[in-house]
Every structure is written in structure tokens, then in C-alpha cells.
């Protein structure tokens, strides 16, 4: 078996250390690159560990993205030479200056690590609390290590800060989903599709071992994975089969619990950045680390565009900065001014106005019910009477509820619920929930999503079966779902649904119309397709990469019925939805919006 050789060198300003070995406690040797300034010292650790191969550049492996973001945003590659700039991790061109030691590890089985690939799994978050073990008692380490990263490189991060690695002293979650059921496998119950396609396009491109098919660093001209060159029946040996794997647990069983994180274990300061477009990935978890994690010591950022963009930009990349700063240096820095939570409010036309607030949800939010009324087909904050039903086809495009133009700007900020009545003519249905905003001219109003170009204001899902709440974590703004009891309908039988819509932020003109899609299938834009990413397999048609369209899990003849909502008689639906008055206004008392 080939083996890769250690070496050191000097370039580019920073003491470069190529596949230092890293053995874990199974015995088996991970490899990672170490960038750390050229003087002698003792320095605090940023590390990521993750798939995606730590010697494939950004600009390799990820080109259409890669273009997108230094198209538009010249300061992320101004000041560095952008060789050593990887796909989701801190540039460490950036950081060594700021005396910063940059440890990336190739997780188990990828890249140039060997091992069996297995993402998330208790094993990879054993590696992952090795890894900061191993950083924090290095010769070049202060004894404080700090994680940072986009995606996978923020999911992990939960899980092993709940092993609380005595080393472990900040960790920065940039955009990192938390609960492998609700947040990444299952919306609502359903099986995203996302996994399995990443799986195919993101890590078995660079599994250890796929030779000249992984491609070469463009810094040193090595095999990215690895100096071995395995058969595809090998390298299929060496992985678990992860789609299947997900379609095989359709509820939060022990599986998915071992991928999430114990939220009462996580106590080590955190900055969590969510992504108000990343609808069906990227916000939920950083929201519900935020709300639900011990640690005392805890801020909140929110952001709009491309998900791993503003961790490059100046914007974020100070704010992480500064944190780091704080926690690993010790020093005096901008952090002391940071607020508990930074939003960044979205308007029409991709416009964004920082504001600062001091929890989440926000104190002096207007839980304001918009009641669905039957004959107007309106969204109304007067309670309709009489009695309706509407049917819709339960894998159709479904139907949509307006409000009239709004008589003044408003503005929704934080996670909303839909309360609706129905029955299905199968044993179960699915039901997906898009909030939109409609122009006075009837446009509707998308933005850049974390992924899609033309992503709605805020998404949910429910299937029916899913139904069960669990009562202890539920609240009236944020439905919780147990997953862990099928309740199939009966036919004709009406049953009542609370639908978590995952958090947004919009401030709507006056003139605009908010509206609510209960459909039975996933949001489709209506203006056109968004085109495709390198990395991805499909079109992006209004939800990314983000579906829910697997014939294992959605067979029609269980899902493709007649969907029944009711109305009436004790039966009311309504979206409830988080208003939120002018600063002013909230402290003036009975002078809040509706």
C-alpha cells in the first residue's frame, strides 16, 4: 500500500506542513495539512475536518461557483494569492497573518485519508473530537482550538461539541443544519433527495483512493486522493450505501439521534450564521442551536445570497475574525460590541439593511393569525364563517390564499406555523408550504437563495402520518414533531396538521400581497429556470437542490389521492405569522401592526 510522505515548507508567508498524520483511536491514520505563521510560537487552532478533499482548490472543484461569488465580490480575493482557497473553509491566506494556526483534516475515507466513508456517523465525530484533541497539544498550539466552516464543515460542529473536547474553546457554524431528521433526511417526514445526489457529485468524486479520476492539487501537483488508485468495486467497498441508508430509517430513529447533536452538552461559546434563503438546509439548525444550545456565551448572524459567499467576504470573515479573536487570542476585540443577534432585514430587489437585536424570536414580534377563507380564497385577520371544503390533487400544484394589497409596509421576521384541517382519500398525504410575496402587479418576489436563484420567502413540509407533536417542545410559532409514530388516515378522516414553516425575514412594501401555497409537491418558480451549478445534478427550478421527489418514498399510490382541507364548525385554518412592529411603535403601547 502507497503511503504519503510528510514534509515541511515555507511559501507564500506561512510555514506550510503537507499530510501530517493524525491517528485516531481505532488506530487508523487521517491526514491534514497545517498552515501556521513562519515564527516560532504558540498559536490558537482553526480546524475543519471534512469530505471534500483539502487539497482540491475552490476553483477546481467548484468552478461555477467559485465565478459566481468573485464576480460580485472583489474583497474575497483581494490581499491572498487564492491558491490555498478550498470549498467551505477559511482561507488560510487570511488567517495565518492574524497568528492563526489553519488545521484541515480529510474525514475517514476521503481525500487523502483512508478509511470507510460514513458521514455524520458517531464514528466520524469521534475522529473529529481526536482531531481537536490532537491540535490542541501540538507544539505550534496555544491549547485553544476554534472550528470554523460552511455546511458539512458547521453540521459536525454540533455533534462533536456535544463530546466536549476539553480543547475545544469556540466554534463558528457558518450555515450548518443540526438534526439529520428534521434539518438534512426528513422534512416534515419526507425524504429529501439532496443526500443522495451530494453523495454522488461531492464525495465520491474525491473518495481516497479514486487516483487521477480525484484530480491534482494545483499548489504541489499531488494526487488529491490519495497516492493510491483504487477499482470502483474497491472504492464501493469502502462506503456505505447513504441514500439507501436514509430511505431505510423513515422515522427519528436511533440512526438519525446518533447524527444530531444533545443540545444540552453543547456549553462552548458559538456564533451561528443562518441563511435566510437556505430553505430546505441552511437556516433551521443555526436558528435552533441558537435558541436551544447550553452555552452561555452565544450570538446569531443572519444573511441572504449564496450560502458560501459572505463566509469569504469582509463581512463575515471579520465577524469571525473578531470572534476568534475574543475567544482564542483573548484580546480586546470588535467582539465586544457585537450584538447578541445581527439581521440582515431583506427588502425587494436583493436589498439588505443590517439591525441589531437581542433574542430570538424577537421580543415584541406580533403573532398576528391570518385566517384561510374558503370563498375569497384570502389570507384575512378576520375569522371567516360558514362552512367549505376545498379539494386539490394530493401530488398537484395545489392552492393559494392572498391577502388584499397591504395598507402599509410590514415587515415578517422569525419562524411562522400553519394550522390546517384535512383529509386524504389515500391513507396519507403531503403537504408543502411555500410563503410568498406577490408585487402589486401580481410578480412574485424570489431572491437568491443559499442554492436557487429564484427561492421563495419561506418554506415548510408536513406528512400527514407525521402528525404527532411532541408536547414539551412544541410552541404556538414552532410545531415539533416526535417522527417517531406513523398515524395513517383513514379514508374520509379529517385530522388536524400544525406545520412548522422554517424562519424568514421580508419586509414587505405597501401595495405588496403576502400569499400562502399549500400545494402537494415541491415549489416550482414560475419565471424560468435558474440554470445549474457544477456541483449539482439538477436544474434549479425554484428549490435547489432540495426535493422531495423519490418514488421509495412518495409511491403514488399512496400519495396520489385527493387532498380535502375543511372549513368550519369548530375547523378554523390560519398561518400564524410573525409581525414585527417599527422599534418606535412597540414601545408605544396598542400601537402595534397587524
Not at 475517514?108 to 465525530?125: A, I, K, L, N, Q
Not at 474525491?206 to 494526487?223: I, N, P, T
Not at 387532498?563 to 405569522?577: E, H
Request: with cysteine; proline share 7%; charged share 25%.
Amino acid at each position: 500500500m502507497a503511503t504519503l510522505q510528510e514534509r515541511s515548507e515555507v511559501r507564500d508567508g506561512m510555514r506550510i506542513d503537507w499530510n501530517v498524520p493524525i491517528t485516531m483511536d481505532d488506530g487508523l491514520v487521517l491526514r491534514a495539512d497545517v498552515f501556521r505563521p513562519v515564527k516560532e510560537g504558540r498559536y490558537p487552532v482553526i480546524l475543519t475536518y471534512g469530505p471534500y478533499a483539502k487539497n482540491l482548490a475552490f476553483q477546481d472543484g467548484y468552478p461555477s461557483a467559485w465565478q459566481r461569488m468573485v464576480d460580485k465580490h472583489p474583497d474575497v480575493t483581494a490581499g491572498s494569492t487564492n491558491k490555498y482557497q478550498n470549498w467551505e473553509v477559511v482561507d488560510p491566506e487570511k488567517w495565518v497573518p492574524h497568528d492563526y494556526v489553519c488545521v484541515r483534516v480529510d474525514s475517514r475515507g476521503t481525500g487523502c485519508s483512508p478509511g470507510y466513508v460514513d458521514h455524520f456517523s458517531p464514528r466520524e465525530t469521534k475522529d473529529f473530537y481526536d482531531c481537536i484533541e490532537w491540535s490542541g497539544v501540538q507544539s505550534w498550539s496555544n491549547g485553544k482550538v476554534g472550528l470554523n466552516g460552511i455546511s458539512y464543515y458547521g453540521i459536525n460542529q454540533w455533534h462533536v461539541a456535544s463530546l466536549q473536547p476539553p480543547h475545544l474553546a469556540a466554534m463558528c457554524v457558518w450555515e450548518g443544519a443540526a438534526d439529520w431528521y428534521r434539518d438534512m433526511t426528513h422534512h416534515g417526514g419526507m425524504v429529501s433527495t439532496f443526500w443522495e445526489n451530494w453523495y454522488d457529485m461531492q464525495v465520491k468524486t474525491v473518495q481516497y483512493g479514486a487516483g487521477e479520476r480525484g484530480g491534482r492539487s494545483r499548489v504541489h501537483g499531488e494526487l488529491v486522493c490519495g497516492p493510491e488508485t483504487l477499482s470502483e468495486a474497491e472504492l464501493r467497498k469502502n462506503r456505505c450505501d447513504f441514500g439507501a441508508e436514509i430511505v431505510a430509517h423513515p422515522m427519528d430513529d436511533d440512526y438519525h439521534k446518533a447524527r444530531s447533536p444533545i443540545w444540552s452538552k453543547i456549553t462552548v461559546p458559538l456564533f451561528t450564521a443562518a441563511n435566510w434563503g437556505g430553505q430546505g438546509l441552511h437556516p433551521r439548525g443555526n436558528f435552533e442551536g441558537f435558541v436551544r444550545a447550553a452555552a452561555k456565551n452565544k450570538w446569531l448572524e443572519a444573511h441572504g445570497i449564496e450560502h458560501w459567499t459572505h463566509f469569504y467576504t469582509d463581512y463575515g470573515r471579520e465577524q469571525q475574525l473578531a470572534f476568534f479573536d475574543y475567544f482564542l487570542h483573548g484580546k480586546k476585540s470588535a467582539w465586544n460590541k457585537q450584538p447578541k443577534v445581527l439581521l440582515q432585514l431583506r427588502y425587494p430587489g436583493e436589498k439588505f439593511v443590517a439591525r441589531a437585536e437581542n433574542e430570538w424570536p424577537l421580543k415584541r414580534t406580533k403573532w398576528t393569525k391570518f385566517y384561510l377563507d374558503p370563498k375569497s380564497m384570502a389570507l384575512t385577520t378576520k375569522k371567516p364563517s360558514g362552512s367549505a371544503q376545498l379539494k386539490f390533487e394530493a401530488m398537484g400544484d395545489g392552492l393559494t390564499f392572498l391577502t388584499p394589497p397591504l395598507a402599509q409596509e410590514t415587515e415578517i421576521t422569525g419562524p411562522s406555523a400553519l394550522k390546517l384541517f384535512a383529509s386524504s382519500s389515500t391513507a396519507d398525504a403531503d403537504f408543502f408550504i411555500v410563503l410568498r410575496v406577490f408585487s402589486g402587479d401580481m410578480k412574485e418576489i424570489v431572491f437568491q437563495g443559499a442554492i436557487d436563484p429564484h427561492t421563495p420567502i419561506a418554506q415548510g413540509w408536513l406528512r400527514a402520518s407525521h402528525r404527532k407533536l411532541d408536547k414539551k417542545l412544541s410552541t404556538p410559532y414552532r410545531p415539533y414533531h416526535t417522527h417517531d409514530q406513523k398515524q395513517p388516515l383513514k379514508k374520509g378522516q379529517t385530522v388536524e396538521l400544525d406545520i412548522e414553516i422554517w424562519p424568514t425575514c421580508i419586509v414587505v412594501p405597501a401595495g405588496y400581497r403576502i400569499a400562502l401555497s399549500i400545494r402537494g409537491k415541491d415549489y416550482e418558480y414560475g419565471g424560468g429556470s435558474g440554470g445549474k451549478l457544477s456541483n449539482f445534478k439538477n436544474e434549479l427550478t425554484g428549490c435547489g437542490p432540495f426535493l422531495h421527489n423519490d418514488p421509495r418514498d412518495r409511491p403514488p399510490a399512496l400519495f396520489g389521492g385527493t387532498t380535502s382541507l375543511q372549513f368550519g364548525r369548530g375547523k378554523t385554518p390560519y398561518v400564524l405569522l410573525p409581525i414585527i412592529p417599527p422599534k418606535n411603535q412597540a414601545k408605544s403601547k396598542g400601537r402595534g401592526r397587524k
